[in-house]
């Protein structure tokens, strides 16, 4: 009889102890359960680098925007989803414009899932162009004859292609504060025209787009 009340005992005294390890658990794991997720993520104005298509320089432009993220949260350590967003460039002092729809992919890993966490993040996917800039010119020659002839050339320029953003952060609770690294392919596209030959040749050429900003987000847990 003894004996049976000393098992009972001991089996009362790992459950007990396996419950409160399991409350702790829980506890630690409240300020961001697993599961589904739905993030809203605003990026600030930033400052992008680019190499113009003509002169080779490079020169500076500024971005921001906005995205919504569903995934799924699998553990403390490890998230994945995908997302869309919107894209707003400036080039020259926000005297041209570029509006762009980023979607992509998103995997992020965490170092615990306490209260104040760090993370790195990575964002791949397409981005695709909705604004872009147009321009024209053209060049006038003497045939020898008396006559001319000219080339035109019609350009559009426009961020579409791939878009990749690294990113270094912290979430606090459902919170996320993070550096990212944007990296946006852009395209100019021309056409040229010349007269005398009646002909017409298209060119393409793309660059990369690399910047750095800061980006602000929320987290709703399912």
């Known amino acids: 009889?003894?004996?049976?009340?000393?098992?009972?005992?001991i089996i009362l005294s790992v459950l007990l102890t396996a419950n409160v390890y399991a409350g702790e658990e829980n506890t630690n794991s409240s300020y961001y359960p697993n599961g589904f997720k739905l993030q809203i993520e605003r990026s600030t104005w930033g400052i992008n680098v680019e190499k113009d298509f003509n002169s080779g320089i490079r020169e500076v432009s500024f971005a921001s925007g906005l995205s919504v993220n569903f995934g799924y949260q699998q553990n403390a350590h490890l998230y994945y989803g995908c997302g869309i967003g919107y894209r707003l460039k400036s080039d020259d002092f926000f005297d041209d414009f570029y509006l762009s729809?980023?979607?992509?992919?998103?995997?992020?890993?965490?170092?615990?899932?306490?209260?104040?966490?760090?993370?790195?993040g990575l964002k791949i996917?397409?981005?695709?162009?909705l604004i872009g800039e147009e321009g024209q010119d053209y060049d006038?020659?003497?045939?020898?004859e008396g006559g001319y002839y000219f080339n035109s050339y019609d350009y559009q320029y426009s961020m579409k292609g791939l878009?990749?953003?690294?990113?270094?952060?912290?979430?606090?609770?459902?919170?996320?504060?993070?550096?990212?690294?944007?990296?946006?392919e852009k395209v100019r596209e021309q056409t040229k025209y010349n007269s005398q030959r009646e002909n017409t040749i298209?060119?393409?050429?793309?660059?990369?787009?690399?910047?750095?900003n800061l980006t602000v987000s929320y987290n709703f847990c399912f």
């Open 140 to 144: 006038v020659y003497h045939d020898g």
């Open 163 to 184: 878009y990749m953003r690294p990113e270094v952060g912290v979430r606090i609770k459902k919170v996320g504060l993070a550096i990212g690294i944007p990296i946006v």
């Open 202 to 212: 298209e060119h393409k050429e793309t660059s990369m787009d690399v910047g750095v």
């Open 101 to 120: 729809v980023p979607v992509y992919g998103d995997i992020r890993f965490y170092a615990s899932d306490q209260k104040v966490v760090p993370y790195f």
């Open 125 to 129: 996917g397409y981005c695709i162009s």
């Open 1 to 9: 009889m003894k004996s049976m009340k000393k098992k009972i005992l």
